[in-house]
């Protein structure tokens, strides 16, 4: 049978475009599960929904370019083609669960109206004229570079250059240059006589790099903390033996050796000479390549689960893996900056702690300032460890799975296992202290419930909730608040599937007058 995969009005919600009158992106619906191919089931989407995205009836212009699969979802990609050239930018995609119910769609098509309207498209300019204008912009730019680059392959394609309403006839060149390595893509507009310069970016973010980390902490990897410490009465943490490292690869670096990629730029101390990054933990170097990345790769599972991380964090997020000799750790939010301790054990050689860190960054970016009251201050700690807990659990036996940052914690604290936290604590907002320094305490509260989520919806539906459950909180916000936020996401995202369990899990800890009632 097939089912109508129309949006009805008041059943979705929009991001308008700025220009093309048809809206960058829709979301806040799910349609019916779907068992077809999700290519098939994204282009009935955009064909019975063609009014809403100013599309072509029959998506003529529209080219399927791939489905990439996430954990949780398909995410197909179709690229604008017309008069046989490809638009810059106009991208359209569809994104589904993996049960086929397609819940958000970007747009970033040129309507077909305009693309009448633009008859003119022809390239006046000679691509001669165009390559030279364009090694110009590097040549004015090398000028003030202390070494010279060089040049070193270049390839050019025709393309159509969207600006505003106006669509553009352009030549796109892509150079490759070192000293710095740059992936330099210009586009120069070819309608007029003389070339011009349309765009000039820089596309390198693929750079590659292998290196060492515990993934989150050598207590996990080995499953069993007692082969990390000294017996006797006075407990020291044992050198971590090799097969408590994983080996993995950094992605995004900008500059091979230098620890700086799009979300994260480690400042102090490393630079390799060799585009490689293993080291033991007790060499310099070894904190910086655990908070690049495990920062990197918090922040492209997010971006997986559909948050345009990119867009929050307006720079790279600064770390300092050296930052204090007590063993305490901090996020800066004036400075976009993580501060790691190296008293006791290196608080950046444990995954859980870094995650804990960028926890307060990532509700920074999304609601700035947040903490300001007593309640948010306890729900800030509390996200940062159920961040932590929910990204590396199936990296850990059932044992530890609850207990946070047990190789911070291994020689200083006496529970089996040690831990800093957990999150699976049996308190419940009865037990909140209206006290000062009592955040982390009173956020085992909210980690709990937050992990009674994790439990009851599994990782990818609890994350999407409770990050997107942000967007409507503020600075100065309450437990209460943050159930209802969660609550509204379920009906923005899932229809409201959830809201009976949820309701139930806020009920049993005595979070909210809204679950009184029940
Ligand atoms: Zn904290």
Redesign the pocket.
Known sequence: MMRSLKLRKGSYRTVPGKYYGSPKEVWGFRTDPDRRAPRKIAEDFLKENHKLFKLEKNLDTLHFRKTIRSLGAHHVIFQQRWRKLWIHRAYVTVHLGNEGSVYMAKNRAMPKKLLDKSKDVRFCVDVSAARVRAIKAIRDEERSLPKRRTERRRRMEKRLFPLKKKILPAYRFRFYLKNPREERIIYIKASDREPRLLQDYDNLAHLDAPARVFDPNPVATLGDHRLLVTAGKKKHPKLPPPDAYRDVTLTGLRKPGYLQGPYVKINWRVKRNKNEFCFKSNQRGFKDVMAYYHIDTVVRYLEELGFRVRALFRKPLEVNAYGSPKDNS??SSGLWLLTFGYGGVDDAEDGEMIL??F??ALQDAICPDFGQSREAAAM??GF?DYLAASFFAHKKVAEYRTSLMSWDAIASDKHNPPRVRRVDEDRTYRRFRDRANYE?TNGQIWSATLWDIWETLGREKADTLIIESHFQLDAFTTFDRGARAILDADQNLYGGRYRRRLLHIFRDRRIGPLTRRH
């Open positions: 901090w996020y804990h860190e926890g307060h800030g700690e940062g982390h």
